[in-house]
């Protein structure tokens, strides 16, 4: 194993060229969210067989688009800001590990490589796509404003194709900001074994939550939610919407240093 400085490759003496720093990294941004409900069964048809589904409402999912400004100790990338702003889309349904309850995303895309490197390593299953969300500013008409009658609207591709759109309009302030995303996540680790056939190198389910968590006021209202396929992602498909539930938007700060292994069934090649 390198002892170069960087915690992801490539490895050099300076430590630079790394894709990713060395933990902890810092988050603030602001989740636009969606809630519906679809069939319970394309919720277990996603899930591994070692994790179970939520005793209570079980077909719950969240969509959830979040424009970032993220760093390492320090924040140097705030001085670079195409190493500190990205936007992702991710998709995150509800489970049961062990008699636990978790959150667990089970799609998500983002604009940048790095955050491609922090989310694998984490566990989560990052493609890069192209995301938009409307920005609330605080001057001027164009702005949705984070008030009774903000209106704001998201867009998610890859490849080229449209896989989602989403509109909110706030109604109200609101006790949280949705309930299928306020677990600790479980995650699998996945690397196959170079050797074809033996299984996967690395192979662990783990468990993670944000610490020093800075939520401003949870906003509620009224959501539309448009879900398509593509040749190569299938949203619709796996998780189409039945029922709306709500749309959420909340400004949120977090930071990630590291998570709980589980379960190890690595294989030793």
């Not at 999912?61 to 990205?86: H, K, M, N, T």
């Not at 009658?149 to 449209?162: E, I, K, P, V, W």
Request: one cysteine or more.
């Amino acid at each position: 194993m390198s002892t170069s400085p960087g915690f992801l490759p490539p490895y050099t003496p300076g430590g630079r060229s790394a894709l990713v720093p060395d933990m902890p990294w810092h988050y603030s941004g602001n989740l636009l969210t969606v809630e519906y409900r679809t069939d319970p069964a394309h919720v277990r048809a996603i899930l591994p067989p070692e994790l179970e589904l939520a005793e209570e409402d079980p077909g719950a999912v969240a969509f959830i688009w979040a424009d970032w400004q993220s760093c390492s100790e320090g924040g140097a990338e705030l001085l670079d800001p195409s190493r500190s702003q990205y936007l992702e889309a991710f998709v995150v349904v509800r489970c049961r590990y062990q008699g636990v309850t978790y959150s667990r995303c089970v799609l998500i895309w983002v604009t940048t490589d790095f955050a491609v490197g922090r989310g694998w390593f984490q566990g989560y299953p990052k493609k890069l796509g192209s995301a938009y969300v409307t920005r609330p500013y605080a001057r001027g008409k164009a702005t949705a404003r984070i008030a009774p009658g903000g209106t704001f609207g998201a867009s998610l591709a890859a490849y080229d194709h449209r896989l989602a759109t989403a509109k909110v309009t706030l109604r109200e302030p609101a006790a949280s900001n949705g309930f299928v995303n306020a677990h600790r996540m479980v995650h699998h680790r996945y690397m196959p074994s170079l050797v074809p056939g033996a299984g996967h190198s690395l192979h662990q389910i783990v468990t993670m939550g944000g610490i020093d968590v800075d939520l401003g006021q949870p906003w509620v209202g009224d959501a539309e939610l448009h879900l398509f396929d593509s040749p190569w992602d299938e949203p619709a498909s796996l998780l189409p919407v039945d029922e709306i539930i709500a749309g959420y938007f909340c400004e949120v700060g977090t930071t990630f240093n590291g998570g709980t292994l589980l379960t190890d069934a690595s294989q030793p090649i």
